[in-house]
């Protein structure tokens, strides 16, 4: 049988058990807390390393891409295929192709750079493709003339053209045979030039 005398000797070593347990709870409570954070911790390094691990990749894909093409790059510096329209350029080809070729003189006229119609077939994701349509009128010798003028033009790497049109008429000489023109060449181009940009980048 349990007397009060009883009770009270064992009220000390309770209160203490008591204690003893609420601190182990808070204990398994504060750990499982630090585990959670620790735990937390741990994922945002892991993701951060693979993160920095995944820009590394790029980075040396990207050196590995620019040390590959970039000689290419350059070339098309050069030609004025890439950058600002070159068109001092242009006409210095115009004028050297008209003496190398024999012909009596290059008109010209250059309309105002627009964006290049058929650039989404090429898809140029963030490049930009614009041109300039330049009508040429020029005397030649024969017909052979225009497509050997073109030809030099090309070889020059004065920019990248394209052909649209080009329509010969035959002069009247009046039946005199000598050194004149005999060929009348109305032809129209277009100077194609490529920047980075935009998809929706408009050109003036």
């Known amino acids: 049988m349990i007397t009060q005398a009883d009770l009270k000797a064992v009220k000390g070593p309770l209160a203490g058990l008591a204690l003893v347990a609420l601190a182990a709870a808070g204990a398994v409570y504060y750990g499982d807390v630090f585990v959670q954070q ?27 891409l620019i040390v590959r093409y970039l000689g290419s790059y350059q070339q098309l510096q050069r030609i004025g295929f890439v950058g600002e329209e070159q068109r001092i350029n242009w006409l210095d080809g115009l004028r050297i192709s ?38 040429l009128r020029f005397r030649a010798l024969h017909e052979e003339d225009p497509m050997r003028f073109f030809n030099a033009l090309a070889r020059l790497g004065a920019g990248v053209f394209t052909i649209d049109q080009c329509v010969l008429r035959r002069l009247d000489t009046g039946g005199v045979i000598r050194y004149q023109p005999n060929v009348l060449a109305d032809c129209d181009l277009s100077w194609i030039t490529v920047k980075v940009g935009t998809p929706t980048e408009k050109k003036p």
């Open 98 to 135: 008209n003496q190398r070729v024999d012909l009596f003189g290059v008109e010209y006229q250059i309309s105002a750079q627009r964006p290049y119609p058929h650039a989404t077939d090429f898809h140029p994701g963030q490049l930009v493709l614009s041109e300039s349509h330049m009508k």
């Open 38 to 64: 620790a735990h937390e911790q741990l994922q945002q390094s892991q993701g951060k390393l693979k993160e920095a691990r995944t820009r590394l990749q790029k980075s040396g894909d990207e050196k590995e």
